[in-house]
């Protein structure tokens, strides 16, 4: 949950920060860090967001079968 409130705030930083966005083009001149392309920063953020959620979802799923397995809703013991 921090990582998606994470993700919001830094949209929305690149949304209103300084003035409202007008265009597409400003959210990747916004997005650039130094010499990396704005293009790239956000890929990056994408894979890194997505990247978790993936290994979230997974983890979800193995302790669910885990707990059929076991015949226990209790997560530890």
């Known amino acids: 949950m921090i990582f998606v409130i994470q993700a919001i705030a830094y949209y929305g930083k690149l949304a209103i920060h300084p003035v ?3 265009s597409f083009a ?10 990396i392309p704005g293009g790239l920063v956000i890929a990056a953020g994408v894979l890194f967001h997505g990247g978790w959620a993936v290994f979230a979802i997974i983890t979800l799923r193995m302790e669910i079968a885990s707990r059929r397995e076991r015949g226990s809703l209790i997560a530890m013991g």
């Open 20 to 22: 409202p966005l007008a």
């Open 26 to 35: 400003d959210v990747l001149e916004r997005a650039a860090i130094g010499p």
